[in-house]
């Protein structure tokens, strides 16, 4: 486990070993050079196998007719032969041997070396050899080939059958011969072979070298592609297509460059409607007062109407200002909510008991249906600015002498609350766009009526930030239902 560590380290400070093309480097190398090792030493070992073989056979041959020749003549007997003798010396320099020729009584009749004439030899060899076997067996250690090769003579003997030809074991040749002239040109070849090899590794290196640069250059082309837009979103969307993984890379980054577009274009957006919306009351308190300046004898009524008016649009711009802020407040995520068990039931009753004067104004009756008690774990504020708003909106956007009706209800999971109203309504279109910030169905109206047009963009965030949903239902002119669910049990992600 230790080296293992050691090695992870190691690797961690060399960024360069952790790369793709060093790991293709390798394989190639491996791939390539194992097996030209392998082959060189297979075919060495072949080399030798096959030549010792060949030479056994070859020299064997000649022992064979060298034996015929023994027996014709007579050699056994008489080792004066200069013809044998002749044979024996060629035998024995041309592949640098030895020869004992062993009589019928295993005393040695010749030894090219002139050492053990006369003496007795029996070896295992030598008795199977009596037995009529040609053996032969490589000494590598040494370097040298022995083999026994029996000296027969066919004789005819008389049997039952009549005259039958029987071949007799008259003595035996013990020949050993050097392989040192194999391993001279298996060294030689194997050098040579060393040569090659060391020619075909740089050839390797060299392959592998161009091959990993080749086959890593389309990530290096991905990071360019991706560094070239680091500095600013172009329109066009790039593309390495040279591997399929590369392609789905920069699907992915493609992707991601296109959300970031939409991201930055909504930021934009959003930006030039904050300014937008708070320049407007600035301009309508700037024409104020420009018009009271302007006439230096206004009447009291006047001045008194037209600071209300100016009064009125400083209320305005702090309205924005307030729920910009409480926006801002809403984009932080779930871990900052405040959450505490909250009784929804007198949550909503306090709410609608501060907003009921505001609907006594216009003659609305506000009711709340509480079917059974509900308490939650939840952000009490942000659970405040939901009620309020939706309240808030069934009373702005309903008619004189309207109703507005507050529904509390829970399941086993979730509590609902549901505001509907009779009120003005929406048309289907608008529908989708009433969560958007500064989104307004009737600006004018809505301006008039003291709206930012934030109030459902908060709501909405309030009520995913507690995984709720919040839905709407809208009839023009007949009227409008928030349904808003959230869990009663807040389950908190790490
Ligand atoms: P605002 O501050 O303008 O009320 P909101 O975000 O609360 O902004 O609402 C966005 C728009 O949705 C409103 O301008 C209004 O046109 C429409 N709307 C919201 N609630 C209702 C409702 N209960 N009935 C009709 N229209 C509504």
């Known amino acids: 486990m230790k080296w293992k560590l050691k090695l992870k380290k190691i690797f961690g400070r060399i960024a360069f070993l952790r790369s793709l093309r060093f790991r293709l480097f390798v394989i190639f190398l491996v791939v390539g050079i194992v097996p030209s090792v392998f082959m060189r030493y297979g075919i060495m070992e072949n080399y030798e196998e096959h030549a010792i073989a060949l030479r056994t056979t070859t020299v064997q041959t000649q022992l064979r007719i060298l034996a015929n020749h023994l027996i014709t003549y007579n050699y056994l007997q008489d080792n004066s032969s200069e013809v044998v003798g002749a044979e024996l010396d060629m035998l024995s320099n041309l592949y640098e041997g030895r020869v004992l020729i062993i009589g019928g009584n295993f005393k040695v009749v010749k030894d090219t070396y002139a050492i053990s004439e006369g003496k007795i030899i029996i070896s295992e060899e030598v008795i199977r050899s009596f037995g009529g076997e040609s053996l032969s067996n490589y000494d590598r250690e040494h370097g040298f080939i022995e083999m026994t090769t029996p000296i027969t003579e066919t004789v005819k003997v008389m049997t039952d059958a009549g005259e039958v030809e029987q071949s007799v074991v008259r003595g035996v040749m013990l020949t050993s011969i050097s392989s040192d002239s194999i391993m001279t040109t298996k060294e030689v070849l194997n050098r040579k072979a060393l040569i090659l090899e060391a020619l075909m590794i740089m050839a390797i290196i060299a392959i592998a070298i161009v091959l990993s640069n080749l086959l890593t250059r389309p ?140 609907a006594r104004k216009k003659d609305i009756e506000i009711v709340f249906e509480s079917i059974r008690p509900v308490t939650a774990e939840v952000d009490e504020v942000k659970m405040s600015l939901i009620i309020s708003n939706l309240v808030e909106n069934a009373i702005k956007y309903n008619k004189d002498h309207g109703s507005v009706k507050v529904t ?50 908060i709501t909405r965030s309030a009520v995913l930030m507690h995984r709720g949903q919040i839905t709407v239902k809208s009839l023009l002119d007949e009227g409008t239902t928030f349904l808003v669910k959230v869990p009663l049990i807040h389950i908190k992600t790490v």
């Open 219 to 358: 990530f290096g082309r991905v990071t360019q592609a991706i560094s070239a837009i680091k500095a600013g979103y172009t329109d066009e969307s790039i593309s390495v297509p040279d591997y399929l993984e590369t392609e789905h890379i920069m699907t992915a980054f493609n992707q991601l460059l296109g959300r970031m577009k939409v991201l930055d274009k909504s930021r934009q957006e959003f930006v030039s409607n904050v300014s937008h919306e708070l320049k407007t009351p600035m301009a309508s308190i700037k024409v104020l007062s420009d018009s009271l300046i302007s006439q230096p004898d206004a009447p009291v009524e006047m001045y008194r109407e037209f600071m209300g008016d100016i009064a009125a649009e400083i209320d305005r711009e702090n309205r924005i200002i307030t729920d910009l802020l409480s926006l801002v407040k809403m984009d932080k995520t779930v871990a900052d909510l405040n959450i505490s068990t909250v009784n929804m039931n007198e949550l909503t009753e306090l709410i609608l008991k501060r907003l009921r004067p505001i």
């Open 408 to 457: 509390l209800d829970a399941d086993h999971q979730m509590f609902s609350l549901e505001v509907s109203d009779t009120g003005i309504g929406m048309p289907e279109e608008a529908l989708e766009h009433i969560y958007e910030r500064f989104y307004r169905v009737d600006k004018s109206h809505s301006r008039e009526i003291g709206g930012t047009g934030l109030g459902l963009a």
